[in-house]
């Protein structure tokens, strides 16, 4: 295939995937066909471009038709792996999107409300966090998860400025929509005094807790610290936090 033809062929995929993404199957259907078009317009170009210029005996037209068929077969087989392998993708990121919402949703019920339920949600997500593990014990971190609350922001939302007051810690909990290559982030930024601009001076990821400085007892921020890009053209993600208070985490 030239260049032009490859583009178009991965143009019409990245749609077709993107309509899966979004549960639109008839949208998703129709651009995998034009991207099977293309491909078969191709070898029969291909084809047609190989013929000899004398009459083709019929043994020859016998062949050329099955290796027709078999090209067309190859492209059918093509065309199912790449779907099996999207559906299985959306399969995964549909269990992990339950998980969260359910979190979410445990996150949203009012502190003095929250059952053993909503409390064990809460506790996996807040449990394995390295920090709380070295300055809480077990029935310390049921209790922020009593008391923790939630909070949502898009890609590059300011989650805090440097010289901000130093209020309150975050633990990220993932994105939505949900992505095959990003479940959430924020980036730490710096001054760069050979560019004279500011720059991602380190990424702090999924399930990671960030803004730890308030809860060691710091007055105001050092960093700005803002959400992540996504990394995607196409879609704007919202990142989803467990939110700690500085006076819950003092009262604990």
Known sequence: FSGGQKAQIRCYDNIAYLYLKQGKDMLFGTYLDKSAQVKNEMLRFEAESRKPSRALSTSEEHE???NQKREEE???KSRRRQEDAVRQCIERLNVENEGLVELIEALKVPMNKRDDSDIYKIFCALDPVEYL??????HQRRELCR?????SHIEAFAMCEQGDAADRAWIILGCTPFLQ?????V????WDEESQSEVVGSVVHYGKLFGEDSLDGAATRKDRVVVSDDGHDDVITTNHFLTILRTDFEEV
């Open 181 to 185: 290559d990003y479940k959430g982030s």
């Open 147 to 151: 008391l923790a609350q939630y909070e």
């Open 64 to 66: 050329q038709r099955l």
């Open 187 to 190: 980036d730490v930024m710096r």
């Open 133 to 138: 593990q070295k300055r809480t014990n077990e």
């Open 74 to 76: 190859e492209i059918a």
